[in-house]
């Protein structure tokens, strides 16, 4: 069965250093989105990518961070510069709208510390 | 701010009864709601999907929704100790594809 693959599984970086999450998401998918969840709190929305392009982002998402799909397989989360408060799992989703209605599928996580 | 309210529980119910989690939204546009199941640690894995007003069943799940209430709610059926994880309720806004997570309910089925 087709899987969302994110990759490393766990991130350990310094505060103010950059890392680079990797996604490849499923493969006849259209929609891409990044999520995040601080531990013991909701999935919240960070980014969705549509035609290589962002078609919506939260507050969540400032300037310190951006997407990007450098082929036709891998979709990329960077964090320029980490803060102690973007430690969370993120999560890669994609999806194929179908019927109004959007089907998300999560890979299985990065788990990103900043220390 | 678009919201989703859930009990966070836990839900505690014996093997083999009927687990009932309930939701509630605050977008009256919002046309799609999904069920996720999140074990500890793992991502959310798609369970159920609704789009209409009524009743729709998949094996041992079945997902209710009324609009006019503004609520959704998931019934598990037959419970199992492998059912016990947190169930997230989410909805998409009737303006977009992303999805609006409430915190989840935390079910425990006991042996």
């Known amino acids: 069965e087709p899987e969302v693959t994110q990759t490393p599984s766990h991130q350990v970086t310094q505060m103010g250093q950059e890392v680079i999450l990797r996604c490849v998401p499923i493969?006849?998918?259209?929609?891409f989105y990044w999520y995040r969840q601080i531990l013991g709190q909701k999935v919240e929305f960070l980014v969705s990518f549509y035609n290589n392009e962002i078609s919506e982002k939260s507050e969540i998402f400032d300037d310190q961070f951006s997407v990007e799909r450098p082929d036709g397989s891998n979709f990329t989360l960077k964090i320029r510069s980490t803060k102690l408060e973007d430690s969370a799992m993120y999560f890669c989703a994609s999806s194929e709208p179908s019927g109004g209605g959007e089907k998300l599928f999560f890979g299985s996580g990065t788990q990103l510390s900043v220390l | 701010q678009k919201e989703v309210e859930q009990n966070s529980g836990p839900l505690s119910v014996p093997e083999g009864a009927i687990a009932s989690l309930n939701c509630t939204y605050s977008?009256?546009?919002?046309?799609?709601f999904f069920w996720y199941r999140q074990y500890s640690g793992k991502s959310p894995e798609l369970i159920m999907s609704?789009?209409?007003?009524g009743d729709k069943e998949d094996g041992r799940f079945t997902a209710q929704l009324n609009k006019a209430s503004q609520y959704v709610s998931l019934l598990i059926r037959d419970s199992q100790p492998s059912d016990s994880a947190t169930y997230l309720c989410?909805?998409?806004?009737?303006?977009?594809?992303?999805?609006?997570f409430g915190s989840g309910t935390r079910l425990l089925v006991r042996p």
């Open positions: 493969s006849n998918h259209l929609y």
């Open positions: 609704i789009y209409s007003n």
């Open positions: 989410a909805f998409s806004p009737g303006s977009s594809y992303k999805l609006i």
């Open positions: 977008d009256r546009g919002s046309q799609s």
